[in-house]
């Protein structure tokens, strides 16, 4: 009998009391049960369920009905004490201690372990071609990710990588100089845990720390808890020799026939030898279709471009040529 198990008003009525003490690893405790009397009237008996003797002015659950039913969840831990309590409100009602409380279910719930998204630390070379961007998962044994599917959003400094044209990216757009890329697929379970990798040039040279944020991350099974956790992306000039990595844009350039239907020339005026880069964007700045090309040097440089077919005719759109350049020099 808990000694707070009497009625202030009436110390002459004691309440029934189950006293429970709780083990086990767990975060949280799923209790379901009911109360069942068929003598008393509804209103005679208060039911109520607390946690820990200093708790029972504060029950968890409170009901009057002789006939009611709980199903509750509650967090706990290790040696907290579960009260299942009866207090009869008249001296006329009999009943053996804890004979009213039917088939009571305790278990223990499991911490939620989220599926954890992540850009993982990493340096990189100043003027390094190819270099692997990762996005990695890191998941409890049980979660099961066949057949599932994502989607997210990463953003970084604009100036510091250019993703290639070839990578999976749906969405390529530069806001407030802040380049911002749309992934998405079907997740694949792999040794390494890996999401997706971007391939690209890192185009700046000083030695620095940038941020590389995933803005927001979807996926298409709804009951899979998710955190992500940005990444530091730390950039640094090589030991033996420097490499000045920029993106210039290029500015005399001709396109033919305008307006185009299938394919269109595109002639760059005093092409320097390097990679380039063709984009063409809507007028909300979405980046629509693209392309990678060398050029040798030349006066002037054509190039053939393939229209996309999702490109409608007779609309506007935005065309930017950018040039990879690229100077190495010994300290």
Request: glycine share 4%; hydrophobic share 40%; aromatic share 12%.
């Amino acid at each position: 009998m808990h000694p707070a198990a009497k009625q202030a008003d009436k110390p002459e009525v004691r309440i029934a009391i189950v006293r429970i003490v709780l083990d086990g690893q767990y975060d949280s405790l799923y209790l379901k049960g009911s109360v069942y009397m068929v003598r008393p009237l509804k209103g005679q008996v208060h039911f109520s369920i607390y946690k820990n003797s200093d708790s029972y002015n504060l029950p968890i659950w409170i009901s009057n009905d002789p006939q009611d039913t709980f199903n509750l969840i509650m967090s706990y831990k290790k040696g907290d004490e579960l009260f299942l309590a009866a207090a009869p409100w008249s001296n006329i009602v009999d009943f053996n201690e804890g004979n009213f409380w039917q088939v009571v279910t305790i278990r223990g719930i499991a911490p939620i372990i989220p599926l954890t998204i992540n850009i993982p630390n990493t340096t990189a070379i100043a003027g390094s071609e190819n270099f692997p961007l990762q996005i990695k998962y890191s998941k409890p044994a049980q979660m099961n990710l066949t057949n599932k599917f994502y989607k997210t959003n990463i953003s970084f400094d604009a100036s510091i990588f250019l993703p290639s044209a070839s990578n999976n990216f749906t969405e390529d757009t530069i806001i407030n100089d802040k380049r911002i890329l749309t992934i998405e697929g079907q997740f694949q379970e792999n040794p390494d845990s890996i999401v997706t990798t971007i391939y690209g040039t890192i185009c700046i040279p000083n030695i620095g720390t940038n941020i590389i944020h995933i803005d927001k991350f979807l996926c298409s099974d709804p009951g899979i808890n998710i955190e992500t956790q940005d990444g530091n992306l730390v950039i640094q000039n090589c030991s033996d020799s420097l490499r000045r990595v920029e993106l210039r844009k290029i500015l005399s350039i001709a396109l033919y026939p305008n307006p185009a239907s299938d394919n269109m020339i595109v002639n760059i005026v005093n092409a320097e030898e390097g990679n380039y880069s063709l984009m063409i964007y809507n007028l909300q700045g979405l980046l629509l279709s693209s392309m990678d090309f060398y050029s040798i040097k030349s006066n002037f440089k054509q190039q053939y471009f393939t229209i996309d077919h999702y490109l409608e005719p007779l609309h506007l759109y935005l065309v930017e040529c950018w040039r990879l350049f690229i100077e190495n020099y010994s300290k």
